[in-house]
């Protein structure tokens, strides 16, 4: 099996950065999407789909390992990064890359915020994991190409 295809080169691209290869214009956009994002967490937490979908999260219960923003909730990672996406995403008021048509932070931002939270990584960590997510996320949307939506 060839070891450059073109996954196995991107795979090793993802893998290597790490915050000291960030500049602070990228590092200071990051904070900026992180936070848009909370804003449309926020502003989705009482949409009727979101309340419907807390309950169900509340009633499943289990480890409390990661926060659940609209309620300050903690539930297991999974179940909280599905409560931030689905509260992130429901208002449409999220980001959007227009080459793909595709809202990379209402699926990057829950998932990265999730994990950072559960192994506590540092947020420098949760900083390059932004950046891993939207490099994937964007790279496949655009290879999707719009017809997705």
Do not use: C
Request: hydrophobic share 45%.
């Amino acid at each position: 099996m060839p070891s450059n295809t073109l996954t196995s080169e991107f795979a090793r691209f993802v893998n290597r950065l790490s915050y000291s290869d960030l500049s602070e214009n990228q590092i200071y956009k990051i904070k900026t999407f992180f936070l848009d994002w909370l804003g449309s967490a926020y502003a989705g937490q009482n949409e009727p789909p979101v309340r419907s979908l807390l309950e169900v999260v509340r009633g499943l219960g289990g480890t409390p390992e990661s926060t659940i923003i609209p309620d300050n909730l903690k539930s297991m990672s999974l179940l909280a990064a599905l409560a931030n996406g689905a509260s992130s995403h429901v208002v449409e008021m999220d980001d959007l890359h227009r080459g793909s048509v595709f809202h990379p932070a209402a699926s990057i931002m829950p998932a990265v915020f999730a994990m950072a939270e559960k192994e506590r990584a540092s947020g420098a960590d949760l900083i390059v994991g932004i950046l891993v997510g939207y490099e994937v996320g964007i790279r496949i949307a655009m290879a999707v190409g719009q017809s997705h939506y």
